[in-house]
Every structure is written in C-alpha cells, then in structure tokens.
C-alpha cells in the first residue's frame, strides 16, 4: 500500500499539471490578460476568483488552448500546449487529458444521458461521424462507471434535456471522467443552479480532487463557495494576478482591492455575501 506521504513527495517532485508563464491575450487591442504567471501542482484544487471581465475565462480557455495568447506558453503536466500563439505539435494529445466544464453544461439535448457521455470520449471526433460508428461495449461499460462515479446510473437512458440542471452538470462531469482528464477546468460550473445542486457539484469535484487525484481549476463568483470548498485562490483585476495564495489569507480588504468598483455594485444588486464584512459598505 502507497502511504499519502509518498504520494505527496511523488507529487512534490512531478512537473506541475499547469504551468503558465507571461500569458498575454488581447480582443481588439484590449488586454484580457497580462503577463500571468501561474504554477498549479498535480491534485490541486484552485479557484479563480474576480470581478465580471477579469479576465477568468479567457485564462481557463487558454489552459486547454480553447484560446490561443499573443505572447507566453502554457505547459500542461511539463509539455508545451501553447507557445507565443502556436500550438504545439502535442497539443492534441495534451488535451484528451483536460476536461471542460461550462456554467451551461453544453450537452447534446437530444442524445440520451449515456449518448452524451460516450461521445466525451471521442472529443477529437465530430459528432455525427462517432454516432455512426457506434460503441463498443467496453465503452459503453465504461460510460455507464463513469455515471455510476458521478451518482446518477439511474439517469442514463433518459434525454439529457429531461434532466435538470444540476444533473446536467454531472453528465458533463462524467463526460471528462469518460475522456480520461486527469484535469478539469470549470467555468463557473455552479453559476446557473439552485443552492442544493450547486453544493453537490461542488462535492462532486472536491470528491474527485481527494479521491481520485484529479486537479481541478474552477472560476466562481460566489465566494462564500470558495471560502467552504478551496484551499488555494487566484484572484483576477484587469487581467492581472493580483492574489495567489491561501483562502484563509484573502481577507475582505484585497477582496475589495480585487472586485474594485464591482464591489459596491454587487452589494447593491443583493450579492453582499461575496464579502464577509459587507458592513464595509
Ligand atoms: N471573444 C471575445 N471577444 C472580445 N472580447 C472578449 C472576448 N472574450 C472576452 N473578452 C473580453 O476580455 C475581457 C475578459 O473577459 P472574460 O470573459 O475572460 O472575463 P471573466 O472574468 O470570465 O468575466 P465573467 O465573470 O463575466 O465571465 C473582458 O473585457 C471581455 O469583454
């Protein structure tokens, strides 16, 4: 048996999962990100934190070259992804091992639940051509454990659209388990769900990031989530890292500094509890 120290020393000496140096992206002439910098360890769990057009997006689809940057390389587990706006030749490769997650799930509606997590895993191959060709059995078990992981086997031959939200979010959950991701990236996966759903996603992926070694980076606005599921953050202002460290650490005057002028306006709009203190206001 591998003792957790092992594995944390193992862990310790391994290329990071994501490493980004002097990521520049512009739309338009306008900076979306500047120059970040980012270390993320194999089996961490990290937040991205920061005030609407920060910048957050854009950084995750740069991670799995979704976006590609004018200026600065991703590397993924030590490999080149991207490099000063060029792909590299391993990209293809280095994406099957990252999963994507979106606040609108972004399923088939008219495929079944299992359909949807089958074809996660022919993500290189269009849609039509993999539902022609069918599945095998293998895949079709492995489909059906990777729904069993993500507790809802029961829903497998139902329409995605018949599911509700939250559900939706695990089958495209278990899609990147279906890929083999050994990172998943969420863009703010719980923004669209009720308070009880978006607690079991949020279970989910922390139980998929403890159990199962998988890293995840998640973008949230709801920081009261962040505080309960996150250990580490990494906070946005105009594209720039402005914090990257402990939650514990992130105290409610850099949140300010962070959210800037978004601060006030999201203790108006009734999203006070972004802040601990909102008495600040
Ligand atoms: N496809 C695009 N075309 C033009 N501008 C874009 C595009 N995507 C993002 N931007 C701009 O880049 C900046 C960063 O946007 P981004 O979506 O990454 O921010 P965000 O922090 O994810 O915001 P939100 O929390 O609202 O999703 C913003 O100024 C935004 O308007």
Known sequence: MRLATESALENAFAAPAVQVRKLTKSFKGRAALSSVDLNIAV????????????????????????????????????????????????????????????QQFNLVNRLT??????????????????LRRGFSKTEKLRALSALERVGILDQA?????????GQQQRVAIARCLMQGAQIILADEPIASLDPESARKVMELLTCLNESEGITVVTSLH???????YFK??????????????????????????????????????????????????
């Open 222 to 228: 709801q920081i009261q989530m962040v505080r309960r």
């Open 113 to 130: 639940v299992l359909e949807n997590v089958l074809v996660g895993g022919l993500s290189q191959v269009p849609l039509l051509r993999s």
């Open 43 to 102: 089996g961490e769990m990290v937040a991205l934190v920061g005030a609407s057009g920060s910048g957050k997006s854009t950084l995750l689809r740069n991670l799995n070259a979704l976006h590609q940057a004018e200026v600065g390389t991703v590397e993924i587990f030590g490999s080149p992804l991207q490099v000063d706006g060029k792909l590299h030749s391993k990209t293809r490769q280095l994406r099957s091992q990252i999963g994507f997650i979106f």
């Open 232 to 281: 580490r953050a990494v906070a946005l202002r105009d594209g720039r890292v402005r914090f990257d460290g402990l939650m514990i650490d992130l105290d409610d005057r850099q949140l300010n500094e962070i959210y800037g002028a978004a601060a006030e306006e999201l203790v108006r709009s009734g999203h006070g509890e972004v802040f601990t203190a909102s008495k600040a206001y």
């Open 157 to 165: 031959y139902k329409r995605a659209s018949a599911l509700s939200g």
